[in-house]
């Protein structure tokens, strides 16, 4: 298979390292914004994730002109009438509040929720699973084959392979 660059329409390291451990799969060099030379921050306007993945694949791909790959999730939690939702990564505040700052914003507005782990990102420490572990207890390998990116990243192999 030919190696295939994408960029990643996000300045999130942790992302860039998820997607390039699962795309490195299939040969697929997943590339910063940085590394394409580009530099673009779209505003999210999408009302829902998928919108915004949209906006910010658009805009990567326009300033690089390469392929890009976006992401945009978020949390919904149903006892906040699904906040924080699209504004999962500015929750309390705006991008300026560190991962630690919003799950402790979150755990005060939502009682009684134990968090632990330090490995994942974002929310991670609050997804607790059936075995009882956090998702930030994890290894990368683990996190990925359950995640919803990697699940999203793995069909996105499915098609480029078929598409080979």
Do not use: C, W
Not at 39 to 52: I, L, W, Y
Not at 99 to 104: I, K, L, Q, S, V
Request: hydrophobic share 40%.
């Amino acid at each position: 298979m030919r190696e295939e660059r994408f960029v990643l329409a996000s300045h999130n390291k942790a992302k860039l390292i998820e997607m390039r451990d699962i795309l490195g799969e299939l040969g697929i060099r997943v590339i910063s914004q940085a590394e394409a030379g580009v530099d673009v921050e779209p505003e999210e306007t999408g009302a829902t994730f998928e919108e915004n993945a949209l906006i910010k694949a658009k805009a990567v791909m326009a300033a690089s002109g390469l392929p890009a790959v976006a992401d945009d999730s978020g949390l919904m939690v149903d006892a906040l009438d699904g906040a924080p939702g699209v504004y999962s990564a500015r929750y309390g505040g705006g991008h300026d509040r560190s991962d630690a700052e919003r799950n402790a914003l979150l755990l005060k507005n939502l009682e009684n929720v134990e968090q632990r782990g330090a490995n994942g990102f974002g929310y991670d420490p609050l997804f607790l699973l059936p075995d009882g572990r956090h998702m930030a207890e994890l290894s990368s390998e683990e996190k990925n084959g359950i995640s919803h990116r990697g699940n999203a990243l793995r069909e996105l192999k499915r098609i480029l392979t078929e598409l080979d």
